[in-house]
């Protein structure tokens, strides 16, 4: 090899040095963030928290609907363990946007305190009411782990709930559907 040449392929292996192949170390698989929900057999009129796409890092909680009819809005508020997770952001799921409406649907998640979020969903008229046939997705809730543990994540009634958990139809009317008990989820956070 002419030394220059030899100079030019040393600079080479210098900056691109090559790949070992074979006894590489690659890194251990991790462990995707889990959500087992509480709610086995789904009823009509049942809301309930179930487990969207998880990784190692995030997992998306999705809020369903199951056999419901006339929903207009719906308003809850969720608790999940601030200690293990926090929360990143949301993405509208496929029931209140069936159709299309004519008008978008409007969404609010807002953080009310740690561990605490305050969800309300409405679509506007003459847009009609929706139906959840089985269940549906009506939002999806993404969190990213902060550290190891499990925990629980549910709605948030009673007392200390800030919003009223209901559905509504397009005439203002309470619909009967049900937020609890049992109807959250376990989260095991690797």
């Known amino acids: 090899m002419r030394p220059a040449a030899a100079a030019a392929a040393a600079v080479v292996l210098l900056l691109f040095p090559p790949r070992t192949i074979g ?3 690659t890194p251990p698989p991790c462990t995707p963030i889990a959500l087992t929900q509480h709610l086995a057999a789904p009823q009509a009129g049942d809301l309930y928290l179930r487990a969207g796409s998880a990784t190692c890092d995030t997992i998306e909680v999705e809020i369903a609907a199951h056999a ?3 929903i207009f809005t719906v308003a809850f508020d969720v608790a999940y363990p601030p200690a293990l997770l926090s929360y990143e952001g949301y993405a509208q799921g496929p029931l209140l946007v069936r159709g299309p409406p004519r008008q978008a649907p ?3 998640v807002r953080q009310a ?3 605490v979020l305050q969800v309300s969903m409405t ?3 003459p847009d009609p ?3 959840a046939e089985g269940s549906e997705g009506l939002v999806r809730l993404r969190f990213h782990r902060v550290a190891a543990g499990s925990a629980e994540v549910d709605f948030l009634a009673g007392s200390t709930s800030a919003i009223p958990e209901k559905v509504v139809d397009g005439q203002g009317q309470v619909l009967a ?3 609890g008990p ?4 376990d989260v095991s956070v690797p």
């Open 23 to 25: 006894n590489a170390a």
């Open 68 to 70: 419901l009819a006339g």
């Open 106 to 108: 409007f969404f609010l």
């Open 113 to 115: 305190s740690p561990g």
């Open 123 to 125: 679509r506007f008229a």
């Open 129 to 131: 009411p929706v139906a």
């Open 177 to 179: 559907a049900r937020f």
């Open 182 to 185: 049992d109807h959250g989820a």
